[in-house]
């Protein structure tokens, strides 16, 4: 009996694994970090044009909730992220908008 439950579990446990392995990355999760980068870019562009302190917390404020949807994500929620070259990339991005950002307060 044990080792028909044994067997169940081990058949399940690589049933899900090949299924996770398997799967494609969910082109809404991925479509909702692309509308913050959007986002986070027009306000960059707001605050380049007009340095107004209110702009400039926006813009961190939109680069700093980026820069959390950019952490790779823990199982089972691996497929609600931005592939990791794509999230690599962005990441790079929040480092180089957190320097503009500083720039700019300095220039205001």
Do not use: W
Request: net charge negative; hydrophobic share 30%; charged share 25%.
């Amino acid at each position: 009996m044990q080792s028909t439950i044994d067997t169940a579990k081990t058949h399940s446990t690589a049933k899900i694994q090949s299924q996770r392995s398997t799967t494609v990355p969910s082109p809404y999760a991925i479509g909702e970090i692309n509308a913050y980068i959007a986002i986070r870019d027009e306000l960059l562009l707001e605050a380049e044009e007009t340095a107004t302190s209110s702009k400039l917390d926006s813009l961190t404020i939109a680069n700093d909730f980026v820069d959390a949807c950019l952490t790779p994500s823990r199982a089972p929620y691996e497929l609600q992220s931005l592939p990791e070259g794509d999230a690599k990339q962005e990441r790079q991005r929040c480092r180089d908008i957190k320097s503009r950002i500083a720039t700019l307060r300095q220039q205001a």
